[in-house]
């Protein structure tokens, strides 16, 4: 059973409770008002899951009228118009799902997200730190990753690394944060511990342009010919279009 067929049966349960109870509405208590809205939000977002933006709205919709001021029903629509490139919109929404829950770490770190997105910087830093306050929240690895990247854009080199290493204390194999610490030990000039930020992150994750570019500059330091090669043809055969596969010919 797919995800979506899950979810649509669990909402026709609960659409159809009136029938099945037969005089009982659930519809009418605060209990049934709640887990309908609840069915409407995992719901809509089933069908976010999937890339189907436009029928996750219906559901979402739904919810919202049942409380237009829930938390999961506005920042589920916040992610949906975030797909649909619709930045204010989807700005508006997670401010109402903020207003709701103020420090739900969750919204706060999909709201930075967003806010990076838009390259507001200063604004993403600001929703990630106050993500990071909370202590218990399961993902907050994913959180101290993400002040490290937006401290990095901020000029911030020395907070970036803090909030990285921090980062993986939390969670070892995080290959963003892992890249981007090969990336400033590079810079620094470190350059056997890039080697091991770079390994590790290569152990985890597919290659990119960035990392394709990063592994052809350490390999020339180290001297390995062999790997040189291999970077370089895997940017010209996989990215020849991009910036670091110019700057690769350039520096060759």
Do not use: W
């Amino acid at each position: 059973m797919t995800l979506r067929v899950a979810l649509l049966l669990l909402f026709v349960s609960l659409s159809a409770g009136c029938v099945l109870s037969g005089d009982f509405n659930p519809m009418k208590t605060s209990k049934g008002r709640d887990e309908a809205r609840e069915a409407y939000v995992q719901l809509g977002l089933g069908y976010l899951q999937q890339g189907m933006t436009e029928r996750a709205k219906v559901p979402l919709k739904k919810a919202l009228e049942l409380d237009e001021s829930d938390a999961d029903a506005n920042a589920a629509l916040a992610l949906v118009f975030q797909a649909e490139m619709e930045p204010e919109l989807a700005d508006q929404h997670y401010r109402k799902a903020l207003a709701s829950r103020p420090s739900d770490a969750r919204i706060l770190n999909n709201y930075g997200s967003f806010l990076f997105e838009e390259k507001r910087y200063k604004d993403a830093y600001q929703r990630f730190e106050q993500a990071a306050a909370d202590t218990l929240y399961p993902e907050r690895s994913r959180v101290f990753e993400n002040l490290g990247m937006t401290a990095a854009v901020l000029g911030e080199r020395d907070l970036a690394r803090q909030h990285l290493e921090k980062a993986l204390r939390l969670n070892r194999q995080q290959p963003r944060a892992l890249l981007e610490m090969a990336e400033l030990s590079f810079e620094d000039r470190h350059y056997v511990p890039a080697r091991d930020y770079y390994d590790r992150f290569s152990l985890l994750s597919e290659q990119n342009a960035r990392s394709l570019l990063l592994g052809v500059r350490l390999a020339t330091v180290f001297e390995d010919r062999n790997k040189v090669a291999s970077y370089g043809l895997q940017l010209k055969r996989l990215y020849p279009g991009t910036p670091e596969y110019q700057q690769y010919l350039s520096e060759q």
